[in-house]
Nanobody
Framework: QVQLVESGGGLVQAGGSLRLSCVVS????????MGWFRQDPGKERLWVAA????????RYADSVKGRFTISRDNAKNTLYLQMNDLVPEDTAVYYC????????????????WGQGTQVTVSS
């Protein structure tokens, strides 16, 4: 069984930064493309960013491009999302997800999901 466990969420003022982490256990981490998604209450889950299985390709939603950076450490089975210049509109529950490679980085259906971590940005 694969487990994805996010951490690093919290409350931050606008303009601040947070770094989310997602530790993956149970399968070969480098077999999977990884992504970050976010969801507001009552709204659909949105794709934020993704990275290829070996970390050579990254893609970002327009709303976060230039502010967020996705990365991974395959030796530590860990995915990261560095979030800078946060704005109140970034407030959401953030989820990490794994999709077995090879696959598009623009995925909405994943093989495995984490439980989510809350990010709240105050104005």
């Amino acid at each position: 069984q694969v487990q994805l466990v996010e951490s690093g969420g919290g409350l931050v003022q606008a303009g601040g930064s947070l770094r989310l982490s997602c530790v993956v256990s149970g399968r070969a981490f480098d077999d999977y493309n990884m992504g970050w998604f976010r969801q507001d209450p009552g709204k659909e889950r949105l794709w934020v960013a993704a990275i290829s299985s070996l970390g050579t390709l990254t893609r970002y939603a327009d709303s976060v491009k230039g502010r967020f950076t996705i990365s991974r450490d395959n030796a530590k089975n860990t995915l990261y999302l560095q979030m800078n210049d946060l704005v109140p509109e970034d407030t959401a529950v953030y989820y990490c997800a794994a999709r077995r490679a090879p696959a598009t980085l623009y995925f909405s259906v994943a093989d495995f999901w984490g439980q989510g971590t809350q990010v709240t940005v105050s104005s």
